[in-house]
């Protein structure tokens, strides 16, 4: 059998064969690419890789976010990012498979998780030193079973709570502009409220009515006594009364 084993210098071809199995072994270790979101589904995002120049077309791949359970950022498709590798299997606690992970040698597209990048585009923020939370949405603070939940976008400030639930502050309360009730002023525990009531302004009760009454104004007129004199007005309330 011809060979050219008297042609090739083994010193070359070993280099040559040793860089092979190198470059091999790595195309099959995890790539950290950057990639950018085409859809989500809660915690988990599908993802394509905005690369050039690549000798292959790279599918899209469906990975979970980086992150906790209970802060949920609002991913959009477009939304830049990249991906990292893990060193085993993650199916069994990311919920996009099963089992128990081991040190098997997987694909290399088959460990990937996606975080978010910062981008030099995006709007400045009031303070750089404050913690910022927007949505496209506005954002919502609620509790695990969304008893009480707190909406903020930009027609409204919501806070829904359960039947029973108290809303509390410590400390003064400053509003600067009215006050719209739909209830009643009542104590803490639920019966009159015994507090004072103070303001330099009128209160007026049915205003806006045909029967409006201002406290500080009303008067009273006297029923008949049968005195023979004519009935008038009682004087208007006045302080201490």
Same mark, same amino acid.
């Given at each position: ?75 959009? /498709? #477009? ?8 060193? +085993?299997?993650? %199916? &069994?606690?990311?919920?996009? *498979? ?95 409220? /015994? #507090? ?8 007026? +009760?049915?205003? %806006? &009515?045909?029967?409006?009454? *201002? ?27």
């Amino acid at each position: 059998m011809a060979s050219n084993v008297q042609k090739t210098a083994i010193a070359r071809t070993l280099n040559q064969f040793a860089q092979r199995k190198v470059r091999g072994t790595l195309a099959q270790l995890g790539q950290a690419l950057p990639a950018q979101v085409v859809s989500r589904q809660g915690g988990i995002v599908t993802v394509k890789f905005p690369l050039t120049g690549v000798p292959y077309t790279l599918p899209n791949v469906t990975v979970p976010i980086v992150g906790a359970e209970y802060v949920r950022l609002p991913i959009q /498709a #477009g939304c830049p990012g990249m991906v990292m590798t893990a060193d +085993a299997y993650l %199916g &069994g606690v990311t919920g996009l *498979g099963g089992g128990v992970a081991n040190l098997t040698q997987r694909a290399n597209l088959a460990t990937l998780v996606w975080t978010p990048l910062g981008n030099k585009a995006w709007p400045a923020v009031e303070d750089d030193n404050a913690l910022v939370l927007y949505g496209p949405n506005g954002v919502i603070i609620r509790d695990k079973d969304k008893k009480n939940i707190l909406t903020i976008n930009g027609s409204t400030v919501k806070l829904s709570m359960s039947g029973g639930t108290q809303f509390e502050i410590d400390g003064d309360v400053v509003l600067k502009g009215d006050l719209l009730i739909q209830g009643n002023i009542k104590s803490e525990t639920g019966g009159t409220y /015994a #507090g004072a009531l103070e303001t330099s302004g009128a209160v007026i +009760a049915g205003f %806006g &009515g045909a029967d409006q009454v *201002g406290l500080q104004t009303h008067t009273h007129t006297q029923s008949n006594d049968s005195h023979g004199d004519t009935e008038q007005p009682t004087a208007a309330p006045t302080a201490g009364t």
